[in-house]
């Protein structure tokens, strides 16, 4: 990454939100996030993308600020959503359990520790719960102490991945018990996670999981920090894909092609696998079957690039960012 002073304190919120086919609120939500109730911008905040998905009906909103200015965005944003999404009417593919169903928080700088997302982590649990009556939410990552279970396992605990969660039989970390309005938050803190959906030709989701399955990280010969869905999609299947960040080097024998963009917080060495490694990989195993490519998408940006927008948007005084990353990045 890079190393201006503007990016030392900076941190990113990947704010999932359950709603897409209403752009209109989703960029309501976006704007909620820089500007205060009378239109005054909030200091040294952006948001560098909006993402929407018709089919699976979520968007991820891109929001960086100082570690200083971060809650107070997030929790704006998350106010918002939850007066303008009710999780009774909710219907999509990817799965998911609340109007705001993951809040992320992931350091950009080299002077923002662990200890520092974990704070802000637990102050916007904390916080959604007391300005949203209602609302209940979960913690992972570093926010999950001491056990710090990643995001996938604790989904798991809470039966994100069911297609109707029971939330009646939810215990949540903070608030209440769940309710169907509002659903349940996940919200914690981590090295940064990559989002990288690559698409294969075909309608066969049992074929777009075995390939989840072999890329897995959990599985024998999988990609390290690889968390993975096969999702129905455009009518094609979608292999979703959390790329977590991993501490230290990786592996000798996958890094024969790309390098593994690599980033350090507190003095402590991270990575992750890089989206052509992913895509070449499912190509691979589709190939196999018989089955063609279709592309692939970040959702968002990696880690690097994040950050290099976010202090070029900040330092140019752009607040909504997603109108201009088109005319400057692409």
Known sequence: MATS??????????????????????ETVAKAALYNTEGVR????????????YDYNRSV?????????????????????????????????????GAVDLIPIYPLGEEVRAEDCTKEALAVAQGLTERVQGTSAFLFGWADFPLQRGLAHRR??????????????IRADVGPQPQKRFGLTGVGASPYVMNC???????????????????????????????V?????????????????????PPDHLTAGEPWPSFSIGGESYCHAPAS????????????????????????????????????ALSQGIAEFWKEQRRIRM
């Open 156 to 169: 798991k605990e809470m039966g994100w991945f069911k297609k109707t969660p029971d939330l009646r039989a």
């Open 5 to 26: 002073s503007l990016g030392r304190r900076l941190v990113a919120c990947l704010l999932n939100v359950s709603e897409a086919r209403r752009k209109d609120l989703v």
């Open 277 to 312: 490694l992913i895509t070449a990989r499912v190509a691979e195993l589709a190939g196999r079957q018989g089955v063609s490519m279709k592309g692939t998408a970040l959702v968002g940006f990696t880690p690097r690039d994040c950050r290099g927008l976010a202090e070029y």
């Open 42 to 53: 909030h200091e040294g905040t952006t948001v560098l993308n909006i993402f929407n998905d």
């Open 229 to 249: 869905l096969a999702l129905p999609h455009q009518g094609a299947v979608e292999i979703a894909c959390n790329v977590e960040s991993v501490k230290g080097n």
């Open 197 to 227: 959906n690559v698409t294969i030709d075909t309608q066969d989701v049992s074929l777009g999981r075995s390939i989840a399955k072999a890329i897995r990280e959990s599985t024998l010969g999988g990609l390290p920090g690889v968390q």
């Open 61 to 97: 909103i891109t929001i960086v600020a100082s570690i200083d200015s971060i809650r107070e965005a997030i929790l704006c944003a998350c106010e918002k959503t939850c007066g303008l999404i009710d999780m009774q009417t909710h219907t999509g593919v990817h799965p998911c359990m």
